[in-house]
């Protein structure tokens, strides 16, 4: 706890120092509820019940204040808040609303702790809270981290509590009624006569009653909307072509631009000609911004067309020019100067593996970078005006985005207002504000003019924050049927340390993004070791959908198969007797049942097995695969998890099915490679990534047996690769050890 | 130029060689078109030009010879087509942004093969990339569609 306290302390001296303007901290703030940033604009006519329920006579608006990336976080915060409001489902609204340090999250900063899920010592519990306090001091209104549901499970509720509360306090003045003999229905308070008295109704007499501090909440029974299946927000717009994303804005006089940048990724320019480009049809500006050049133009082709014709002489990049080099310096990063943590220690690894006569089983693996390459690619739109700039943009962390928006424009942080909208993909992404920084500084150069900047896909994908590449070197013993002893040491660059550091924050200790999926594991074994070394950064790295656990599953579940193999123990019945959490237990059944696990498979076929716990979910996977004439082909995959409350299960189980998919996918295929200094995919054709023609038969089975609920938009990534890598050696005999698994197989 | 899209006939002031996609979005403000590649290799951009399923990106102005439809033409909210009403029971999108293009595949599918099996399904909707991981649910929507179409 100590050591967690110290982080809140001294990210909270940083961060006041770095955030200024709009993110005022101060002692205060923590022991106050802030101030509902919903007053701002509201109507004369409307309510604001807390910062999270608008009454307007035109209905009811719940705030989700997390980002809307196609993982349904909004739609689930809003049953949880509509279930205690007594909420109509079908005519409530939701939106994201003004980013606000009032809309922190308090479990985002849960999975780097140095304390495993399944941890619940005092201790554990101690530095879980300190991480409330923290990103409580810092604002953290984050999307990420799968901690939207751990974070609002009990805010939303809470909130809708208040509000409901209200509004009975409101309907027992203008009835004259005791509030005790009032019920809710329907986004209605219900008199005892059956009358309804709807609840924007009552919007004179709420806005006066403040709401309690600690309303009760329905107990678990008593739940009507969490847990059923209802039409998630978003799916008739979604299906109409409706949906307005970032990409889409359109405003009166908007100018389109596009911006490139040094590919040699955070080097900046030598020499530009604007001088063509400039003279081009459509043209209104070539100007040059940071690291890069932007155009502006009368349309977004015009813009992608003239911005070819810049003749630009890039500075060279200052880490390893290509993947050689850089899996060279991976490689070279398992020494003791590089040692980062070494949170696993359990037994006598080295006695057990140097034992006279012991056969000591070795590996290496390798994972490579990876793009987060939403289908979206990355735009802004800003508009400065007066001196006030307004951004439109999809985000993963709005305030954050705001302050590097005002940097790069020149103006006070006070001066910016984001507006978040809704998102084609992110996994991660959006994390990062580089891109809004460009907008707000092409903005700046244009005052008036509303500008719509959007990338194209090749400056996307040759202009990510990868997922960094990794190695991990395991060595084990098995004996009686099991595994006696694994050591399993990761080298990879932390993303936490390139976030932070592009944050203008230091990184303290060691980072568990390193070795997350692997540490933090349930499972017993009497010699165990997992030692994590840091590489330096090289490429700029980020979180990429599970992040840390999304190579580390595959590296320690990869290698636990090939130990049990060794063993000649049965996957499912080893690891059932080595698992220490009951909920894992559970899940690991469930896809035995599942699967029928045990009953033969057609000839050429092949079953693998793995088994992960990340962000505090317990996820099993079996996949099955068919050796054809065409290649590989994946037929079924079953897929279960416990998430302790299933809040919306529509979105939980696409969710399943996206996380196996997203998993297996780049695996099969995906890689970012650099050659001079830069990038080499730069569309779809050369980073590939599962059809339709491709996808398995899906099975999913969401348990809710834990007793903490949480998050699923992650936690089925990290067992899909090593799953499918132990149904490709059961058909084939080959044993993969390196992503992606294209390089040494075909895949129909 | 001249081009009928969604049943009116616009005018349109540009480059025969800018690409029908940025036609749509840019000049006709029909964002429902999405760019996601450029070099079809991802679908979202699908529309129609008559009754065939075309990549808008790599569709130029100039030879656009025939009525074009896109994802607003073919239903709207309360006034789906029934793919889209698919869609809908099925709560196939997850972010949806390659949805639009999903739906113009499918219905122009099922207007030539109202009864596709899982194969031809694969084979008619393979170009359409999905981020997020929707293809399952999108089978079971295009099963439910042709069956739903089928019942008329």
Redesign the interface.
Known sequence: MARSAKIARRSFLIGSALVAGGLAFGYWRFVTPGPNPLRVGLGPDQATLNPYVILAPGGVTVIAPRA?????AQSALAMLLAEEMDLDWETLRVIHGPPSDVYYNGAATAEALPFAPTDHSLLARGAREAGQVAAKFLGLQLTGGSSSIPDGFDKMRRAGAAARAVLLQAAARRTGLQPEVLKTAGSAVILPDGTRLRYVDLIPEARSIAPPQDPPLKPREAWRLIGRRV??K????????????G??M?LPGMV?ATVRRNPHLGAGVRRLDMSKAAAA?GVHKVMPVRGGYAVVAD???RA?QAADLVQVDWAPATYPADSAAMFAEVAGSFTEARRDSRLKDEGDVEAALSAPGAEVIEAEYRAPYLAH?????MNATAWLRDGALTIWAGCQVPLYAASAAARAAGIPADRVSLHVL??????GRRLEDDFIAQAAEVAAAMPGVPVKM?W??EEDMTHDFCRPLAMARGRGRVGRGRIEALDLAIAAPSTTASQMGRLGLPSMGPDTAIVAGAWDQPLAIEALRITGYRVPEMAPVSSWRSVGASVNGFFHEGFIDELLQAAGADPLQARLRMITDAPSRKVLEAVGEMSSWGAPLPAGWGRGLAFTLSFGVPVAEVVDVEQTDQGLSIRRAFVAADLGVVVDP?TTQ?QM??????GL?HAMGAEITFARGAIEQR???SYP?????Q?P??HTRALEVGDRVHGIGEPCVPPAAPALAAAIFRATGKRLREMPFSRQVDFA | MRLVVNGIARQVEA?GD??LL?VL???L?L?????????A??G?CTVWLGAQAVRSCQTLLRDVDQPVT???GL???GA?HPV?QA??AH??????????GQ?MQAAALLAQTPEPTDAQ???A???????????????AAIHAAAAAMKAG
């Open positions: 809307a990336m196609g993982q349904g039409l998630r978003g799916i008739e717009a979604r299906s109409t072509g409706t949906e307005r994303y990409i889409d359109v389109f049809r349309n977004t082709w992608f390459a939403p289908l979206e690619p809704p998102m084609g993909g992110s996994f959007t194209s896909r529509v696409s099915q996206g996380g196996l998919i997203w996918g569309n779809f054709d990534f599962l059809r339709i023609s996808c038969e899906i | 480059e800018m690409p940025w979005r840019d000049i403000g964002h429902g078109v999405k760019y996601g590649c450029g070099i290799q991802c979202a896109t994802i607003e239903g709207r909210p789906l889209q869609w809908v709560k196939v999108a997850q972010c949806g942004y390659c949805q639009s739906i399904i694969d084979d909707m393979q170009g359409n990339l999905c981020r997020c991981g929707t293809y399952p649910r999108i089978r």
